[in-house]
């Protein structure tokens, strides 16, 4: 009955070999690239210029502790000296949450961009262990390859938890006088308590990540089943935690961006996202295995229709969370909630850029990935998961950077593009040092006979 039960894995192509010193040439030429061009062109533009980072929030702060408000180029509501700090920071959405352009906002997008998959790919361990799925047993390895790099993520994230950064990017940081909003929140919004949070996040992705690989890779040897009953039964604990965790990160990283705003949705829209970039993710890593002559039997068109699914599920997933968090704000018009989206309207590009994620990250892909005959085919289901993943990128960055000057500007540069580069390099390496020296599926997973002779219905 189908393709599945004729696969002799002992004749299939199933380990990186040479393509790892490959993967690794091309992730240093790509963080070279990236580095040096976040250089040379930073220093162009100027981006190296304000030297300490956190100085404009100290000034700002210093300027109203010694009794004069720093002036705002685009204060819509004419207020006065005489105008108390409090007062603005309720009334405006040109005061409070100003933060001038810096190095760390796109630095901040590219992480969460890298973050948001990696932690994607974990969450599609646990779930494949919780349900013990089948069809999904051939490409596990390689989500738990993806998983890994949480290390890797959570060096990069060491530069933007020092103070400089954290200065220059989080208002709350150095909050101006008479910020009740921030005041109230002054005990979670702690410059320590942040650090502890941030480490506990990667402290639990980290431990689930490298265990469930280490144990699968330990089965390979042994074939112990066992191994895969005990995984089972931990995998709950682990999508509590995963949940707990990313909804969390999703407020620390992103949404205290602005800390007077808030949204109860934020979490489970940060985690739409995450699946939505892995499964893209997982069928460009596919393609390009099977391209360079590897699991070419194994994972069949059935498994890539598959992971088309749930590109397309989750692309329709991340509107309906986007959707509902813009018509409840819009519907009930509060100010404190609505000022996140009036920033993101008050120049003609933010409101472009709206405009594209409404179309391009959900008509787009769902009217592209809505035919079988599209997520079957290796080049149309790669065009497609390039396009999600460009997206993602594009969300990301939608979530930081109308942050700067309050949305009136654009601010892009060409180290939005640079800095994206020199991570995906860095990515890169660390993916192939992940899949490198062992199967690229887990050969003697229970699941595995049911996974090889999956056919879609």
Known sequence: MGHGSTVDLSTENRTLGSLSGKLIALG?????????????????????????????????????????????????????????????????????????????????????????MTLGALFFVLVHHITNAGWSAVVRR?????????????????????????????KWIHPDPGDEIISVKSSYLDYN??????????????VFAWSYHRSSVAQDRDGDVQRSSRLSRISPLGVALFALSITFAGYDLLMSLDAHWFSTIFGVYIFAGCVLSFHALLALIVVWLQANGRLT????????????????????????????????????????????????????????WGWMMVVGHFFVPFLFLVSRHIKRKRATIAFGAMWVLAMHWADMYYLVMPQI????????????????????????IGLALSLRGHSLIAEKDPRMAESLAFENA
């Open 297 to 352: 039997r194994a994972i069949s068109d059935d498994h890539m229709q598959d992971i088309g699914k749930m590109m397309f599920a989750f692309t329709i997933f991340w509107a309906y969370i986007a959707f509902s968090q813009y018509m409840l704000y819009w519907y009930a018009n509060i100010p404190e909630e609505t000022i996140w989206f009036v920033r993101r309207q008050s120049v003609w590009m933010w409101g472009f």
């Open 405 to 428: 000057s309050n949305g009136t500007e654009f601010p892009f540069k060409m180290v939005d593009i640079m800095i994206p580069i020199g991570m995906g390099g860095l990515f890169i």
């Open 142 to 170: 390689l989500a738990e390859g993806v998983s890994r790099n949480i290390v890797l993520m959570a060096l990069i994230f060491c530069p933007l938890v020092m103070p400089g950064p954290m200065g220059a990017l989080y």
């Open 28 to 116: 240093a030429v790509m963080a070279v690239i990236g580095i040096v061009g976040t250089v040379v062109l930073g220093s162009l533009e100027g981006a190296f210029e304000s030297g300490d980072s956190g100085q404009g929030h100290q000034s700002q702060q210093q300027a109203a502790t010694d009794g004069h408000r720093v002036p705002a180029a685009d204060d819509e509501h004419g207020a006065t000296d005489g105008e108390s700090d409090a007062a603005a920071v309720h009334h405006g959405p040109t005061h409070g949450f100003n933060t001038e352009w810096s190095i760390w906002h796109p630095y901040l997008v590219s992480a969460c961009f890298f973050l948001t």
């Open 193 to 206: 308590w942040f650090l502890i949070r941030m480490g506990v996040y990667f402290f639990i992705w980290i």
